[in-house]
C-alpha cells in the first residue's frame, strides 16, 4: 500500500482520500462484512498521516454505512446489503385477543432441529464451537467433588445460594439491586417464563405480546389457555406503547410479555426511556409484566443494556433470564426474579418438578465466580456480531431483490422480509429437502401473519453455510409468479 503525504494542494480533502482506499480495500475483499479494520494508530502509521485525519476518515465511513464503530473495541465492516431503504416492515395486527394454535408447525420444526444432517439455520441456537465447553465440564466435575453432597440433593427453591449471588452481582451492570432471595433458580428461561404466567393468569386471561413474538411464548400461551393480544413492535423501540395503551383502552389487559434486548425474531433493543415509560404505564394499571432478557448479554457495544425490571417500584415485573445462550443451552440453568410474585413462584416451581438440578447450578455459579465470564461474553460478542455481518451481508448478496433485513445490536438473529411472492410456509419444506432448516415468519404470529418473512440464525456462519443461504435465494426466486419473472 502506497503511502499518503499530508496536503494543503485544495483537492480532495486527506481524510477523504483515506476514507477512499479502506472503500477500496472493502470492496475488493481485504476486509470483510463483520471484521475489524486497523485502529486509528496502526493505520496512521500505515497511511503516515495523523491520527486526526484517520479519525475524520473513519467517522466519514460511519456516516455513509461503509464501518460501524463498537466501544472499546473498534472499527468494523458494517454488512452489505441489497438497495432497499429501511427495515423490514413491521405488519400491524388487530388489537384484538386471539386464539393460538401453530402447534404443528412448531412440532416439525422442532423435530428436524434433530436431524444433524440439517444445516440450522432455523433453530436459535448458540453454536457450541463459541462455547467454553471444556472449561465448564471440568468445572461441573470439580464442584461434583467438591461438594458431593450437595450435588446429589434437591436445590429446593430457591436455589443454589452460591449461583443465586453471583446472578445479583451480575445484574448492578442492568441496573437492578436484586438480593440472592428475591431470585428463583428454574429449569432454563422457558420455565422461568411459564411459572410467571401461571403466577400471574389463569386460563382466558389476555396476554399482550410483541409482534412478531417468539413462536415457543405462542405455544406456552396456548397451552394455559390464555389468549395472545398482539402489539407491534420495531427494532428500534421494541413494542409499540402508544399501540398498546390504545388496546388496554378498548379490552382487558390481565399481562404484558415482552424480550426488552434483542428480541427474538426482530433482534432489537427497547431504548431505556421506553423501558421505563412501559414499566410506568403498566404499573398505573396494575398490571403484571414479564420480561425476558436471555440476550442481554450479548450486546455488540461491550455494555450490558439496562433491564425494564430496573425501573420497577412496585415489584410488579417478573425478570426472567438464563444462561441458554451465553454458556450451556443443555445445562439448562435459568432463573427468575418475580418480585411481588415470589411466593406463588416459589410454590409453583416446587410443585412442578420440586427443583432444577444441582450439580449444573453449582457448576454455572462457579464459572461466574472464577471462570472469566466477562473475558467469555467479550469474546462471543465479536464473534457474533461478525457473524450477524457476515450473514446480512450474504441475504443481501443472494436472496430476491426486494429483500430487507434487520440490523440487531445483539444476539445472533436475523429477522428477514422476502419479497411477497414468497410463501415461507412453502418454502419450508423445499429448503428442507435441500438439507436446510428455516423459521418461517407465521409461526411468530397467533394470526399467522408475517407470510414472507423468515428468521435466520446467524451462529454458525460458514462457507457451508453461505452456501446454504445461496439455495435459499434461488429457491425463494423460484416462487416468483411466471409472468414477472
Given amino acids: 500500500m502506497r503511502t499518503i503525504v499530508e496536503n494543503n494542494s485544495g483537492r480532495t480533502p486527506l481524510?477523504?482520500?483515506?476514507?477512499?482506499?479502506?472503500?477500496?480495500?472493502?470492496?475488493?475483499?481485504?476486509?470483510?462484512?463483520?471484521?475489524?479494520?486497523?485502529?486509528?494508530?496502526?493505520?496512521?502509521?500505515?497511511?503516515?498521516?495523523?491520527?486526526?485525519?484517520?479519525?475524520?476518515?473513519?467517522?466519514?465511513l460511519e456516516d455513509r454505512r461503509v464501518l460501524e464503530a463498537r466501544p472499546q473495541s473498534g472499527y468494523y465492516v458494517c454488512p452489505r446489503l441489497p438497495a432497499v431503504p429501511g427495515d423490514p416492515d413491521i405488519s400491524e395486527p388487530e388489537l384484538?385477543?386471539?386464539?393460538?394454535?401453530?402447534?404443528?408447525?412448531?412440532?416439525?420444526?422442532?423435530?428436524?432441529?434433530?436431524?444433524?444432517?440439517?444445516?440450522?439455520?432455523?433453530?436459535?441456537?448458540?453454536?457450541?464451537?463459541?462455547?467454553?465447553?471444556?472449561?465448564?465440564?471440568?468445572?461441573?466435575?470439580?464442584?461434583?467433588?467438591?461438594?458431593?453432597?450437595?450435588?446429589?440433593?434437591?436445590?429446593?427453591?430457591?436455589?443454589?445460594?452460591?449461583?443465586?449471588?453471583?446472578?445479583?452481582?451480575?445484574?448492578?451492570?442492568?441496573?437492578?439491586?436484586?438480593?440472592?432471595?428475591?431470585?428463583i433458580a428454574t429449569t432454563g428461561c422457558m420455565e422461568a417464563?411459564?411459572?410467571?404466567?401461571?403466577?400471574t393468569c389463569r386460563p382466558g386471561a389476555t396476554l399482550a405480546v410483541e409482534s412478531p413474538v417468539y413462536y415457543n411464548?405462542?405455544?406456552?400461551?396456548?397451552?394455559?389457555?390464555?389468549?395472545?393480544?398482539?402489539?407491534?413492535?420495531?427494532?428500534?423501540?421494541?413494542?409499540?406503547?402508544?399501540?398498546?395503551?390504545?388496546?388496554?383502552?378498548?379490552?382487558?389487559?390481565?399481562?404484558?410479555?415482552?424480550?426488552?434486548?434483542?428480541?427474538?425474531?426482530?433482534?432489537?433493543?427497547?431504548?431505556?426511556?421506553?423501558?421505563?415509560?412501559?414499566?410506568?404505564?403498566?404499573?398505573?394499571?396494575?398490571?403484571?409484566?414479564?420480561?425476558?432478557?436471555?440476550y442481554g448479554d450479548l450486546s455488540f457495544a461491550g455494555e450490558r443494556p439496562s433491564v425494564a425490571k430496573a425501573y420497577d417500584q412496585k415489584g410488579g415485573v417478573l425478570l426472567c433470564s438464563s444462561f441458554s445462550k451465553t454458556l450451556a443451552p443443555g445445562y439448562r440453568v435459568g432463573w427468575i426474579a418475580p418480585g411481588r410474585y415470589r411466593a406463588q413462584v416459589e410454590r409453583?416451581?416446587?410443585?412442578?418438578?420440586?427443583?432444577s438440578a444441582s450439580p449444573t447450578q453449582l457448576a454455572v455459579a462457579e464459572f461466574l465466580a472464577n471462570g472469566g465470564?466477562?473475558?467469555?461474553?467479550?469474546?462471543?460478542?465479536?464473534?457474533?456480531?461478525?457473524?450477524?455481518?457476515q450473514m446480512s451481508e450474504a441475504i443481501g448478496r443472494y436472496f430476491p431483490a426486494g429483500t430487507r433485513v434487520t440490523r440487531p445490536k445483539g444476539g445472533f438473529s436475523l429477522w428477514v422480509e422476502l419479497p411477497e411472492y414468497v410463501d415461507t410456509l412453502a418454502l419450508y419444506p423445499r429448503a428442507v429437502k435441500e438439507g436446510i432448516t428455516i423459521a418461517p415468519g407465521p409461526i411468530f404470529s397467533a394470526s399467522g401473519k408475517y407470510a414472507n418473512f423468515i428468521?435466520?440464525?446467524?451462529?454458525?456462519?460458514?462457507?457451508?453455510?453461505?452456501?446454504?443461504?445461496?439455495?435459499?435465494?434461488?429457491?425463494?426466486?423460484?416462487?416468483?409468479?411466471?409472468?414477472?419473472?
Fill in 96 to 183: 384484538s385477543p386471539t386464539g393460538v394454535s401453530i402447534s404443528e408447525v412448531v412440532q416439525m420444526i422442532m423435530r428436524d432441529i434433530l436431524n444433524p444432517r440439517l444445516i440450522q439455520l432455523g433453530a436459535a441456537i448458540p453454536n457450541p464451537e463459541l462455547l467454553p465447553v471444556d472449561k465448564l465440564n471440568r468445572m461441573l466435575s470439580a464442584a461434583a467433588r467438591r461438594h458431593p453432597g450437595e450435588a446429589v440433593s434437591y436445590a429446593i427453591p430457591p436455589g443454589n445460594e452460591r449461583l443465586r449471588k453471583q446472578i445479583a452481582r451480575r445484574m448492578l451492570l442492568a441496573g437492578c439491586a436484586l438480593r440472592p432471595d428475591d431470585i
Fill in 373 to 389: 465470564y466477562e473475558h467469555h461474553l467479550r469474546t462471543i460478542r465479536r464473534d457474533y456480531a461478525k457473524r450477524v455481518a
Fill in 217 to 294: 411464548f405462542l405455544q406456552l400461551i396456548q397451552d394455559l389457555g390464555l389468549r395472545a393480544l398482539e402489539i407491534p413492535a420495531t427494532p428500534g423501540e421494541g413494542m409499540s406503547l402508544e399501540a398498546l395503551r390504545y388496546a388496554m383502552e378498548q379490552t382487558r389487559v390481565d399481562a404484558c410479555m415482552v424480550i426488552s434486548n434483542f428480541n427474538n425474531p426482530l433482534g432489537g433493543q427497547m431504548p431505556d426511556e421506553r423501558k421505563r415509560e412501559l414499566v410506568e404505564l403498566l404499573a398505573a394499571r396494575d398490571i403484571p409484566l414479564i420480561e425476558d432478557d436471555i
Fill in 15 to 60: 481524510y477523504e482520500e483515506v476514507a477512499q482506499r479502506i472503500v477500496f480495500l472493502v470492496e475488493n475483499g481485504t476486509f470483510k462484512p463483520g471484521e475489524r479494520v486497523p485502529s486509528l494508530r496502526t493505520l496512521s502509521r500505515q497511511m503516515q498521516v495523523s491520527v486526526n485525519t484517520v479519525k475524520e476518515a473513519y467517522g466519514y
Fill in 455 to 485: 428468521r435466520v440464525n446467524a451462529a454458525f456462519w460458514s462457507e457451508r453455510t453461505e452456501g446454504a443461504v445461496a439455495t435459499l435465494g434461488r429457491l425463494a426466486a423460484a416462487m416468483q409468479p411466471a409472468a414477472k419473472k
Fill in 193 to 199: 417464563v411459564l411459572l410467571a404466567l401461571r403466577a
Fill in 348 to 355: 409453583l416451581k416446587m410443585t412442578l418438578n420440586i427443583a
